[in-house]
T-cell receptor
């Protein structure tokens, strides 16, 4: 069966520090991969998605970037965090177009 | 462009009462529709999905949803609420790309 992992689970970082969040999927090949942000009291905002290694689509211009160095690994990064980057970051995968997306447990990021 | 509207950011019911969470969508193509549930500090879990087969879709935990094309609705119901149903619920629509469009969520409270 397929599983999706995210780490770390929680992170407290100072403003201006770098960020690296990792997401890995097991039990499937060539998944579509997604990064979402969920701010307090708001819905899910799609940040990036990827249909293959090295293929990244950005949905919202911002302080963040994403990379997919391996088929089942998706990384969310920032060179300098802002206060507004605080939130709950969720990674998801799907098999093909229009298929169900399956979510990881999330990373809670607090920027102080 | 596809969109989802969830009426009511908060819904409160008594234990044993009917749960009704509303979702309306707009889509230029036959939609795929999803309901997800999110418990505190966790990722999203799929409750059910509609993919143009039967209009009444049964999901996990006793939930079901009915696709009504004439009303562009996909409301989520459960005949009898349990305390464990307290969570946030998200409706989502899939367009003909790799993306899901999420509603802003409805927080369900269940009182004893």
């Amino acid at each position: 069966s397929q599983t999706i992992h995210q780490w770390p689970a929680t992170l407290v970082q100072p403003v201006g520090s770098p960020l690296s969040l990792e997401c890995t999927v097991e039990g499937t090949s060539n998944p579509n991969l997604y990064w979402y942000r969920q701010a307090a009291g708001r819905g899910l905002q799609l940040l990036f998605y990827s249909v293959g290694i090295g293929q990244i689509s950005s949905e919202v211009p911002q302080n963040l970037s994403a990379s997919r160095p391996q088929d089942r690994q998706f990384i969310l990064s920032s060179k300098k965090l802002l206060l507004s980057d605080s939130g709950f970051y969720l990674c998801a995968w799907s098999g093909t177009t229009r298929e169900t997306q399956y979510f990881g447990p999330g990373t809670r990021l607090l920027v102080l | 462009a596809q969109s989802v509207t969830q009426l009511g950011s908060h819904v409160s019911v008594s234990e044993g009462a009917l749960v009704l969470l509303r979702c309306n969508y707009s889509s230029s193509v036959p939609p795929y529709l999803f309901w997800y549930v999110q418990y505190p500090n966790q990722g999203l879990q799929l409750l059910l999905k509609y993919t143009s087969a039967a209009t009444l879709v049964k999901g996990i935990n006793g939930f079901e949803a009915e696709f009504k094309k004439s009303e562009t609705s996909f409301h989520l119901t459960k005949p009898s609420a349990h305390m464990s149903d307290a969570a946030e619920y998200f409706c989502a629509v899939s367009d003909n790309t790799d993306k899901l469009i999420f509603g802003t969520g409805t927080r369900l409270q269940v009182f004893p």
